[in-house]
């Protein structure tokens, strides 16, 4: 070895540079750190501002108008949000002809709806607002407690709701609005929330649930018949079409759920029919579309709907993609790029400081060899990461594109990330071993060789990659600071393996 310089001095200065860029990852670190963590107790509302993209909006509720499908969706606005101010729940409407999707607009929020006479009547805190689909109109009637439940028959407005903590239906008529006394048997166990209204001919439906079991009352104007225990549901949704009650109860089982039917023509109720759907969906929302019972289905990646015909279950038939497939796609790679652009310009600068003080060439036996600098590196393992990635998730994406419940492959998830760890390490270890580069390093001009600069062995590429496990503690924070402290700008893997990785232009 030639070496016009001295050793010990160049060790020195070398030790200084690494306990340099330890002192400064570590302060970098606890800055990013204290400054995140910071925002998340002072202000983590902005935080959730910043990547409220990532958070979908959920369907809240489904009708039919028009031959049109109105899909009601809530999400939440952190914009302005404080502790002292939460996030604003914001409700959207979009609608849906049977061959395309409007974009979503803003509505005020509701508690619930229900359709009467071709106009849709949304019940809130004192106060409902009517749809036809074209204008809105909103009365205001303190009478109408919290979470109203409402329906529109032929006496005028029904409404169910919590008035001074106890429920209380209401009638509301052009003259005026009257209480109408509930069953006395239960008051004391009936839930609002768990309930719904229907007016069917002259009569007024009241469902709710009581634990497990669903609970129906009918009130003809004067009295109150005698309850009905109906069946176990989970959920349920009473529907009117065609001059008949459709009753639909759901109920979960793992990986898919069960449809029970039941029509009650003014008289008796039919026996149940069962139908089964598979997968697992966020929403399920029965209603009517084109005057056909549907069950609209809002998935991971798409909402659909199904007919229920006769004793078969027609579809699905694709409304929409999800949010993983549309506006909120680009903004994900926009940050996700973004980020690398971050990264890639903080190595580099930290490159080229290190670059300045370290011995960037080695003379051996007449030739000259100069060290790869860490952007280099950096940069091919970037490249390799991208080579890598691809193939192992390419497969999986696909997949879940059109699978209704990507639970389900899970399996598929981990198969595909034990390819990208052990493809990884396979991948550097055999092209290192056997040609001294990956394809990453090819473009980038490096080599590695062993670190007395004849060629590496697969053994050697084995081992040096096995230690990248240390070697990528602290987000390679080890690595940078053992190539910073090295005469031959070796991380711990090289150290182990006896390698050095050199710009492939010899001088």
């Known amino acids: 070895m030639e070496a016009p310089f001295n050793i010990e001095n160049e060790k020195k200065k070398n030790v200084r540079l690494a306990v340099g860029v330890a002192s400064l990852g570590v302060i970098g670190f606890f800055c990013i750190y204290t400054v995140f963590f910071a925002a998340m107790f002072l202000s983590p509302f902005k935080v959730f501002q910043l990547f409220s993209f990532s958070f979908p909006s959920f369907a809240e509720d489904v009708v039919s108008l028009d031959n049109n499908l109105l899909i009601f969706s809530k999400s939440f ?32 929020p509701f508690t619930s709806l229900c359709l009467a ?13 009517i749809y036809d689909m074209k204008t809105w109109e909103e ?100 529907i009117l079409l065609n001059n008949k009650i459709s009753l639909l109860n759901l109920r979960h089982f ?12 003014g008289f008796i109720w039919s026996e149940p ?9 966020i929403r399920t929302i029965p209603t009517v579309f084109k005057n056909r019972l549907i069950i609209f289905q809002q998935g991971f990646f798409a909402e659909k709907y199904h007919f229920l015909s006769k004793d078969k279950i027609e579809g699905p038939y694709t409304i929409s993609k999800s949010f993983f497939y549309s506006v909120n796609l680009w903004k994900v790679l926009f940050v996700s790029f973004s980020s690398w652009i971050i990264f890639f310009l903080f190595i580099y600068l930290l490159s080229i400081l ?53 639970l389900q492959y899970i399996g598929l998830a981990v198969c595909s990330v034990m390819l990208m760890v052990f493809g990884s390490f396979f991948y550097h270890s055999l092209l290192e071993g056997s040609w001294g580069k990956t394809i990453g390093k090819k473009i980038c001009g490096i080599v590695v060789l062993k670190d007395d600069f004849s060629k590496c062995s697969i053994g050697r590429g084995f081992l040096r ?30 150290l182990v393996a006896g390698t050095a990785v050199v710009r492939e232009k010899r001088r």
């Not at 939460?86 to 509505?107: F, V, W």
């Not at 990635?389 to 997949?399: G, H, R």
């Open 465 to 494: 990659n096995l230690m990248r496990i240390v070697d990528s503690f602290f987000y390679y924070l080890v690595a940078v600071v053992a190539i910073a402290g090295t005469m031959k700008w070796q991380r711990l893997g090289d």
């Open 254 to 265: 793992g990986d898919h759920f069960e449809i029970a039917l039941r029509e009650y023509n």
């Open 77 to 108: 606005d952190f914009e302005g949000a404080t502790y002292e101010k939460p996030p604003k729940e914001k409700m959207t409407m979009r609608i849906y002809n049977g061959k395309s999707l409007s974009n979503a607009e803003e509505i005020k």
């Open 117 to 129: 006479e071709n106009k849709i009547y949304f019940f809130d805190k004192g106060m409902y607002r």
């Open 354 to 406: 290190i670059s300045r003080y370290k011995l960037k060439t080695w003379r051996i036996n007449e030739r000259e060899f100069e060290f790869a600098s860490l952007f280099r590196r950096a940069l091919a393992w970037g490249i390799d990461l991208f080579i890598i990635i691809i193939p192992a998730i390419t497969p999986f994406y696909f997949v879940l594109k059109n699978a209704e419940n990507p």
């Open 139 to 238: 009365f205001k009637n303190a009478e109408i407690g919290a979470n109203p439940k409402g329906a529109v028959g032929v006496d005028g407005i029904w409404v169910l709701s919590n008035l001074r903590n106890k429920p209380v239906l209401k009638l509301i008529t052009e003259t005026g609005t009257k209480e109408v006394a509930l069953p006395h048997d239960i008051i004391e166990k009936i839930k609002v929330c768990s309930a719904q209204l229907l007016c069917h001919e002259k009569d007024l439906h009241l469902f709710w649930r009581d634990g497990d079991i669903l609970v129906w009352h009918r009130y003809d104007g004067k009295k109150w018949e005698e309850p009905e225990m109906l069946e176990d549901s989970q959920e349920y949704k009473a």
């Open 273 to 281: 029919k069962t139908f089964n759907i598979h997968g697992i969906f």
